[in-house]
């Protein structure tokens, strides 16, 4: 999916190196996502420039505070300098105040965007991508991939507009004090950095294992806690304490090993700094005595050259920001550009249907990459009737189901609604004339009106009300506290299994689509909830083209056409009383149901 080799990390260099694909990558990130804030920045850059020349002016004014104030001795420089400097400290501290927030301002803009986009694509993927993607990927993609874009873009922005700039102004101050002790001090510049470089090197290996161990704790983590009922009642909570432990473990060795190594720079780039003051101490103490130059110039120097460290270590530093950002950018636009296989035809029309017929003709599918799961089905379910299928558990019929409303795209075959291809309908007007009840009921985090309305958000009180009472809701929904604003948690476990089946039946209810998809829950309830389901259900298929996926009995007796799956066919269909008398299949299928129920 991602192509590591766009990006080459040269291990020496100081500046980004970049290969012609990962210009593509900045050139397509800056048009998309940092363009439109180019105001913003512009606005930033100015005190950024305003930002650097006061550093720049801190290192100038050593040179006249000592020559003239200090050992010169002019009183009356005293106020006037004095003044000058608090002048460039405030300056310098509303500036660097300003781009800090304007460039904080933008980044996070940036993120939002780009969270923006990516959820947009991502909820209209098709549902393959999802079985084929680890939802804990896709959320690393969210979070963890636009900070890192975010710290890149800003890094790079910032670098450029103002270390770089800070450091020319300190550079030509330097020059401008004393040029031969420059060109030392620039020679000595680039060993240090180098050598810092190679650390850094070392540094990423390290850092990039103890990111796939972080990836592995969120894994486990969701895992032992989402999962947690399951955790309890297999007893693995010491087996999970266990697991959790060794990444523990891992990380904390990996991060160690960083910091050792991260840690071994200080020592390095001080003893230099060392070296270089010392050289700088010899050459330019001879230059005064001498009377060559003079300490307020030398100091000046100093100033300059070590108020330099930080722009230069932040460039230094920046290759490694901006080729993580770049791999992240990469990982991005990956996604970004797979486009879902299931589109509108672009001369789709809207599905306009009032009492359909759906023909199912010689279907087959598969899964990707699996075995076939429909070999060739056809059947027909006549406008305003009810057509269940039954069948052993991994017969198909859920895949059958899951192809009208194009969740998936036939390999062969076709699916009509009024003799007319599916995929000549646009997917809204296709899907808006389904309403689904799946056979995982989905409860969302919210409170139950808008779980009832979900797939109406627009309804009135009066139509939810209705709705639910037509699912055998209303009833239980009033004895809870807080009536229709009761929030049900996460998958609705404050909900019991069959009030959750009735909270997605009034969902459909709602909806009021001329087309019902049920899959029926195998759960089985208990008697009192299973007839009111079963209730619901009956006065929800009314008049609906129904097609159902049927595990109760009463459904399936009461359906005017039943078909019998059998590992991805159809093998029998007819009446109840008709297939009863063929004593074949699904005589046995039915014998079986009773014995259960009985
Ligand atoms: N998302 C998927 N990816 C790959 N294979 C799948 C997927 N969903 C189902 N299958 C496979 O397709 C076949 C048919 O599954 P399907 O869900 O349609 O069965 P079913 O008849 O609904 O069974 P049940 O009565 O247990 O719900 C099975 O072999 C199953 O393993
Ligand atoms: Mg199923």
Same mark, same amino acid.
């Given at each position: 999916?991602?192509?590591?080799?766009?990006?080459?990390?040269?291990? /020496?260099?100081?500046?980004?190196?970049?290969?012609?694909?990962?210009?593509?990558?900045?050139?397509?990130?800056?048009?998309?996502?940092?363009?439109?804030?180019?105001?913003?920045?512009?606005?930033?850059?100015?005190?950024?420039?305003?930002?650097?020349?006061?550093?720049? #002016?801190?290192?100038?004014?050593?040179?006249?505070?000592?020559?003239?104030?200090?050992?010169?001795?002019?009183?009356?420089?005293?106020?006037? /300098?004095? =003044?000058?400097?608090? #002048?460039?400290?405030?300056?310098?501290?509303?500036?660097?105040?300003?781009?800090?927030?304007?460039?904080?301002?933008?980044?996070?803009?940036?993120?939002?965007?780009?969270?923006?986009?990516?959820?947009?694509?991502?909820?209209?993927?098709?549902?393959?991508?999802?079985?084929?993607?680890?939802?804990?990927?896709?959320?690393?993609?969210?979070?963890?991939?636009?900070?890192?874009?975010?710290?890149?873009?800003?890094?790079?922005?910032?670098?450029?507009?103002?270390?770089?700039?800070?450091?020319?102004?300190?550079?030509?101050?330097?020059?401008?004090?004393?040029?031969?002790? %420059?060109?030392?001090?620039?020679?000595?510049?680039?060993? #240090?950095?180098?050598?810092?470089?190679?650390?850094?090197?070392?540094?990423?290996?390290?850092?990039? &294992?103890?990111?796939?161990?972080?990836?592995?704790?969120? &894994?486990?983590?969701?895992?032992?806690?989402?999962?947690?009922?399951?955790?309890?009642?297999?007893?693995?909570?010491?087996?999970?304490?266990?697991?959790?432990?060794?990444?523990?473990?891992?990380?904390?060795?990996?991060?160690?090993?960083?910091?050792?190594?991260?840690?071994?720079?200080?020592?390095? %780039?001080?003893?230099?700094?060392?070296?270089?003051?010392? *050289?700088?101490? /010899?050459?330019?103490?001879?230059?005064?005595?001498?009377?060559?130059?003079?300490?307020?110039?030398?100091?000046?120097?100093?100033?300059?050259?070590?108020?330099?460290?930080?722009?230069?270590?932040?460039?230094?530093?920046?290759?490694?920001?901006?080729?993580?950002?770049?791999?992240?950018?990469?990982?991005?636009?990956?996604?970004?550009?797979?486009?879902?296989?299931?589109?509108?035809?672009?001369? *789709?029309?809207?599905?306009? *249907?009032?009492?359909?017929?759906?023909?199912?003709? $010689?279907?087959?599918?598969?899964?990707?990459?699996?075995?076939?799961?429909?070999?060739?089905?056809?059947?027909?379910?006549?406008?305003?009737?009810?057509?269940?299928?039954?069948? #052993?558990?991994?017969?198909?019929?859920?895949?059958?189901?899951?192809?009208?409303?194009?969740?998936?795209?036939?390999?062969?075959?076709? =699916?009509?609604?009024?003799?007319?291809?599916?995929?000549?309908?646009?997917?809204?007007?296709?899907? %808006?004339?389904?309403?689904?009840?799946?056979?995982?009921?989905?409860?969302?985090?919210?409170?139950?009106?808008?779980?009832?309305?979900?797939?109406?958000?627009?309804?009135?009180?009066?139509?939810?009300?209705?709705?639910?009472?037509?699912?055998?809701?209303?009833?239980?929904?009033?004895?809870?506290?807080?009536?229709?604003?009761?929030?049900?948690?996460? $998958?609705?476990?404050?909900?019991?299994?069959?009030?959750?089946?009735?909270?997605?039946?009034?969902?459909?209810?709602?909806?009021?689509?001329? =087309?019902?998809?049920?899959?029926?829950?195998?759960? &089985?309830?208990?008697?009192?909830?299973?007839?009111?389901?079963?209730?619901?259900?009956?006065?929800?298929?009314?008049?609906?083209?129904? /097609?159902?996926?049927?595990?109760?009995?009463?459904? =399936?007796?009461?359906?005017?056409?039943?078909?019998?799956?059998? *590992?991805?066919?159809?093998?029998?269909?007819?009446?109840?009383?008709?297939?009863?008398?063929?004593?074949?299949?699904?005589?046995?299928?039915?014998?079986?149901?009773?014995?259960?129920?009985?």
């Amino acid at each position: 999916m991602s192509h590591p080799a766009a990006i080459k990390p040269d291990p /020496v260099s100081l500046m980004p190196v970049f290969t012609p694909s990962s210009w593509v990558l900045i050139k397509r990130i800056g048009r998309e996502f940092v363009r439109p804030h180019v105001g913003i920045f512009s606005l930033a850059l100015v005190m950024m420039l305003v930002s650097a020349l006061m550093t720049g #002016a801190m290192a100038k004014m050593m040179e006249p505070v000592i020559d003239r104030v200090f050992t010169g001795g002019e009183r009356a420089l005293l106020v006037p /300098v004095a =003044i000058a400097v608090f #002048a460039v400290f405030t300056v310098r501290g509303l500036a660097t105040y300003g781009h800090t927030l304007l460039m904080s301002k933008m980044g996070q803009l940036i993120v939002g965007n780009i969270q923006r986009r990516l959820f947009t694509h991502l909820v209209y993927c098709d549902l393959a991508f999802f079985h084929a993607e680890q939802s804990g990927r896709l959320i690393s993609r969210f979070v963890t991939d636009t900070a890192l874009i975010r710290q890149g873009v800003m890094e790079t922005l910032t670098g450029f507009g103002k270390n770089f700039f800070t450091l020319i102004v300190l550079i030509g101050v330097m020059f401008y004090q004393d040029f031969k002790l %420059s060109l030392i001090a620039i020679f000595v510049f680039p060993v #240090a950095g180098i050598m810092v470089a190679r650390l850094s090197k070392k540094l990423r290996r390290v850092s990039k &294992a103890a990111q796939i161990e972080n990836g592995e704790l969120t &894994a486990v983590l969701s895992q032992a806690l989402q999962g947690n009922k399951h955790v309890k009642s297999y007893g693995m909570e010491a087996y999970e304490e266990k697991r959790i432990s060794g990444v523990i473990d891992r990380i904390f060795q990996l991060m160690y090993k960083s910091f050792k190594v991260s840690g071994r720079a200080m020592p390095l %780039s001080e003893m230099l700094s060392g070296i270089t003051i010392v *050289a700088i101490i /010899v050459y330019g103490g001879h230059q005064i005595i001498s009377g060559e130059s003079t300490a307020g110039k030398l100091f000046s120097f100093i100033t300059a050259f070590m108020l330099a460290y930080e722009p230069m270590k932040r460039l230094a530093r920046l290759n490694n920001i901006v080729q993580m950002a770049l791999a992240a950018v990469e990982r991005m636009y990956s996604l970004l550009d797979q486009k879902p296989a299931i589109q509108n035809k672009s001369d *789709a029309v809207e599905l306009v *249907a009032v009492n359909p017929v759906i023909g199912i003709e $010689n279907v087959t599918f598969a899964y990707h990459e699996g075995p076939a799961a429909l070999r060739g089905v056809s059947l027909e379910v006549p406008a305003g009737k009810t057509v269940a299928l039954v069948g #052993a558990s991994g017969s198909g019929k859920s895949t059958l189901l899951n192809l009208l409303p194009r969740f998936y795209d036939v390999d062969s075959g076709r =699916i009509t609604i009024d003799g007319r291809d599916i995929r000549d309908f646009t997917l809204t007007s296709l899907r %808006s004339n389904m309403a689904f009840v799946s056979q995982e009921v989905a409860i969302f985090n919210d409170s139950l009106r808008e779980n009832i309305a979900y797939g109406k958000p627009n309804a009135s009180e009066e139509e939810i009300i209705a709705a639910a009472k037509a699912a055998a809701a209303h009833d239980f929904i009033m004895e809870l506290p807080q009536g229709y604003d009761t929030f049900v948690g996460e $998958n609705g476990v404050k909900l019991s299994g069959g009030q959750r089946q009735r909270i997605s039946i009034a969902r459909a209810f709602l909806r009021d689509a001329p =087309i019902l998809l049920l899959d029926e829950a195998t759960s &089985a309830l208990d008697g009192q909830s299973e007839r009111l389901v079963q209730q619901a259900i009956e006065r929800l298929q009314a008049d609906k083209t129904t /097609v159902v996926v049927a595990h109760r009995l009463s459904t =399936i007796i009461n359906a005017d056409i039943i078909y019998v799956l059998d *590992a991805g066919l159809v093998i029998e269909q007819g009446r109840h009383d008709d297939l009863i008398a063929r004593n074949g299949a699904y005589a046995r299928l039915y014998g079986e149901l009773l014995r259960e129920s009985a």
